[in-house]
């Protein structure tokens, strides 16, 4: 209460809505006498705030839309952000980020940088960024190309590589029918050397499958690489020992018939 003028205030509501106070003015003159009380009221409405999360995801991953929320209801955000390079090609919007497929075609992540400005009762909030990294997709490769080898030898080992740091490698295989000594899975950096043995009279293929899942920053898997190791079969021959008469006649077969 006072007398006079209402003097310059701040006005504050810390609160998620309006806050209405109601001002009665009674007119006083110099001679004492009371006119008709007067009211009106002055409002404060809220300023709105937005909640935000920064976002990791993979390249190639469908972002599920991103619907913003804030402190007070029927609040309208206005937004925009930095760079279409990870797959978000509308230059601004509101209320929400579209769903979207993440791109990466890089070998590093690349980021994004939003700024979201919420807006409600006509009050604008202060302005919240948040950011969107895609992480790129590990493609392996390997130290020597697809291997050869004969029934009973060992395999050079194979090292294995990526085009992003910090990755973690697996391995599998299914065994073939007429092979021997596979190692049907594995983990680490190389494919060890080991010994494959060929039972069959035909060469083998045996294929390994490896994958690369990144280990800094999101586990994001990449596209299997396949590494094959073909296994010829080693020819033998039946009998080893023979004994004939001196201008007989004698006969070699290799067990595989070839």
Same mark, same amino acid.
């Given at each position: 209460?006072?007398?006079?003028?209402?003097?310059? /205030?701040?006005?504050? %509501? %810390?609160?998620?809505?309006?806050? &209405?106070?109601?001002?009665?003015?009674?007119?006083?003159?110099?001679?004492?006498?009371?006119?008709?009380?007067? #009211?009106?009221?002055?409002?404060? %409405?809220?300023?709105? @705030?937005?909640?935000?999360?920064?976002?990791?995801?993979?390249?190639?991953?469908?972002?599920?839309?991103?619907?913003?929320?804030? *402190?007070?209801?029927?609040?309208? $955000?206005?937004?925009?952000?930095?760079?279409?390079?990870?797959?978000?090609?509308?230059?601004?919007?509101?209320?929400?980020?579209?769903?979207?497929?993440?791109?990466? %075609? #890089?070998?590093?992540?690349?980021?994004? &940088?939003?700024?979201?400005?919420?807006? #409600? *009762?006509?009050?604008?909030?202060?302005?919240? =960024?948040?950011?969107? @990294?895609?992480?790129?997709?590990?493609?392996?490769? /390997?130290?020597?190309? *697809?291997?050869?080898?004969?029934?009973?030898?060992?395999?050079?080992?194979?090292?294995?590589?990526?085009?992003?740091?910090?990755?973690?490698?697996?391995? =599998? @295989?299914?065994?073939?029918?007429?092979?021997?000594?596979?190692?049907?899975?594995?983990?680490?950096?190389?494919? !060890?050397?080991?010994?494959?043995?060929?039972?069959?009279?035909?060469?083998?293929?045996?294929? $390994?499958?490896?994958?690369?899942?990144?280990?800094?920053?999101?586990?994001?898997?990449?596209?299997?690489?396949? $590494?094959?190791?073909?296994?010829?079969?080693?020819?033998? &021959?039946? !009998?080893?020992?023979?004994?004939?008469?001196?201008?007989?006649?004698?006969?070699?077969?290799?067990?595989?018939?070839?």
């Amino acid at each position: 209460s006072g007398t006079g003028d209402i003097p310059v /205030f701040k006005a504050v %509501n %810390n609160g998620t809505t309006p806050v &209405i106070d109601t001002i009665t003015v009674t007119p006083v003159s110099g001679s004492g006498c009371s006119g008709i009380p007067r #009211s009106f009221t002055i409002t404060v %409405n809220p300023n709105p @705030t937005v909640q935000l999360t920064d976002l990791v995801v993979c390249d190639s991953i469908q972002v599920a839309a991103l619907k913003f929320t804030g *402190n007070v209801p029927n609040t309208t $955000y206005n937004w925009k952000f930095d760079n279409t390079a990870i797959g978000l090609t509308q230059s601004g919007g509101s209320d929400s980020i579209p769903s979207f497929r993440a791109i990466n %075609n #890089s070998d590093v992540p690349v980021k994004a &940088i939003f700024t979201v400005t919420p807006i #409600s *009762n006509g009050c604008t909030g202060t302005d919240k =960024t948040f950011s969107i @990294t895609v992480n790129p997709s590990p493609r392996v490769s /390997f130290s020597l190309i *697809n291997q050869t080898i004969c029934s009973g030898s060992s395999t050079s080992p194979v090292q294995l590589k990526s085009n992003v740091a910090d990755c973690s490698f697996s391995w =599998t @295989t299914n065994v073939p029918a007429g092979i021997s000594g596979v190692m049907t899975s594995g983990t680490g950096t190389q494919i !060890p050397a080991h010994a494959l043995v060929n039972t069959t009279s035909q060469p083998i293929d045996v294929i $390994y499958s490896v994958k690369a899942v990144t280990t800094n920053g999101g586990s994001c898997e990449g596209i299997r690489a396949d $590494y094959k190791i073909t296994v010829n079969p080693v020819a033998s &021959i039946q !009998p080893v020992k023979m004994t004939i008469c001196n201008g007989g006649t004698f006969t070699i077969l290799p067990t595989d018939g070839n």
